[in-house]
Each structure stands twice: as C-alpha cells, then as structure tokens.
C-alpha cells in the first residue's frame, strides 16, 4: 500500500473502476450517513458543491457524511464492487469538505457470495492513511488476491465525496460453456482498454462498458488530428478467444464519427502494456478497413479474417473521431 501522486497513478488510467454504479457497485451499509447519503460515495459523476442549498438536516454536500461523533469508536460504509476483482488503487476523495473531512481513513476487503455479515473475515488492504481537505488520496495497493467487497473505515466521522476502486474483474472462466458466444472485450467479462493514441476526450475503456453510450462522453474521442495518419486505441480481451461477430458502435457521434474503421488482433505471450503500442503495428488483420456511418451500430461477421485465438486488438479510427462501444463476440479458447 503506497500514497501516490497523480502523476505516477497509472492505475487510474490501465484499470477499471469495480466501484461503478453502472457497471453494478452499491454502497450497501453505513453506520451513519446522517448528513450526506452513502449512496453519493460512488456517483460517477464529479463531485460537487452548491453554495446555499440545505436539506432537512442541514448543509447539502455530494458524498457520504456523517454526524459528528460524540464518543468512542469510528464510521464505516460498505460497498459491494460491481464485480470480484484484484484491486490495484484507490482514491479517496474529499473533495469540497473541508472542515468536515475525516483526518484519516482505512480501507478493509472480502470475499464472500452474498452479503458480509457478523462472521464474515474482513483483510486490511489500505492501511491507515492521514487526509487532507478538498484533495484527492491516491492508494497503490499490492495484493494479487480477489475481493467482493471493501469497508471503507473513516476515523472518527466526517465527510468523503467519492471512492474510485481501481482494478482487474476476475471471471471464473473455468465455469464458462467453451460453445456460449460472448463479447469478450466487454468490461464485465474483464476487457481492458490499454492505451490510445490520444485520449483528449474519453477513455478507451469507455468503448468496452454495458449499454449503449448514454452521450458523446460516455465513448472515446479523439482530438481533429492536423497531420498524416491515423488514430488506435488497444483492448485486452477478458479472456482468449475466436471472435465470430464484431459491433462497432458510432453512438452520439454525427459530426464527428470516423469515415472508416479496421481491427488487428494477435494472441499476445509477452510483453508489457508499454510494448504493446510497437508490437501492435505487426499484428495480423482481423477486420480489413471498413466504412462508418454516424450514429450507428455496425456489424461485422464474414468480413472477419480467420487469424485464430486472439488476446488483444488493435482498433484503428480513420483518421480520428469519436466510437461509443466496441463489441467482440466470440468463443473462449483454452
């Protein structure tokens, strides 16, 4: 468990957030949440703050607060993770309470099928850790094992605006029908958006998350690029496979969609997230170029090249633009 800065925090950006109301997160337990309600904590949502608005309890903050304690012991809140997943950091973020944050916070994790209860075995993994007003608290944690829920530990009370838990889902793929076709790159079957060539107004991973987009920002957009080439974003799939069936969806995007679209792919046995971006230029194609519309799901089935089990993809964007979702729907390989 190590206290980092945001500029060496490359979990934010390589893993998914299990803390994601969207993907199926719930603050399902707090001990108290007199001021502000618990569910607040995991807002998508930035947090923020609205001088003068007061509720029936008094001054109206976005995230989870509590009362002031008047004898021994501390708060606590649980969340149950969208879906079980090793977990690389977290941010504990306060921002906006400033004289009513907690001086420090702990963060303890389980595993259980349904719900903790009194006789459920709870494992520190972010020790305790001193916090400061209105300021983000990034938190690399090294544990490889998996985890269901986590019980965020504030010391005595106060206010937290949002928690973002950063990690890898784990699927038991061994409990998978080997004939069940399945979108393999999508988020909750453990798909990873790794890189892009430019991420100016959205993640990749944004491409691989449940549903339709719900806007232009919930997708991945590059800037107007203003020279020779084009752009990519690179997937890891949750799970190696043979991929039947791919959906490139332009979503939202009407002025700004790519003109065209192609996809590399290769069963990837070594390397780092770093050498991927070279390693991708000399994979084989998957999806030869293919035209876009705006605003539209596109499906693509014999176009699809027989290349084999494949770990990785490469989408290419021509020459820029905006996708909303990425779907590959394939078979697992063992």
Known sequence: MTLVSSET???????TNLASPRLGAEVTYATDDFFADKSRLIDPADPVF????????GKWMDGWESRRKRGEGFDHCIVRLALPGILHGVNIDTSHFTGNFPPAASIDACFVEGEPDGTTVWTEVVSSVTLQGNSHHLVAIG??????????????DGGVARLRVYGQVQCNWDSRDETETIDLAAL???GRGIVASDQHFGSPSNILAPGRG????????TRRR???????????LGHPG????????????KGNYPDSCSLQAAMVTAGTDESLVTQSMFWKTLLPEQKLSMDNIHKFSSEIQEIG????VRLNIIPDGGVSRLRMFGRISR
């Open 9 to 15: 925090a490359e979990f934010v950006t390589k893993y």
């Open 50 to 57: 609205i001088e003068g608005k007061y509720d029936d309890n």
């Open 143 to 156: 544990n490889e094992s998996t985890w269901s829920h986590l019980r965020l530990n504030i010391y005595p």
């Open 188 to 190: 909750v079957n453990g």
């Open 214 to 221: 719900v806007d232009m920002g919930d997708g991945w957009e």
């Open 226 to 236: 203003r020279e020779p080439g084009n752009d990519w974003a690179i997937v890891s």
């Open 242 to 253: 043979i991929i039947s069936e791919i959906e490139v969806d332009t979503a939202h995007f």
């Open 309 to 312: 089990p494949i770990s990785h």
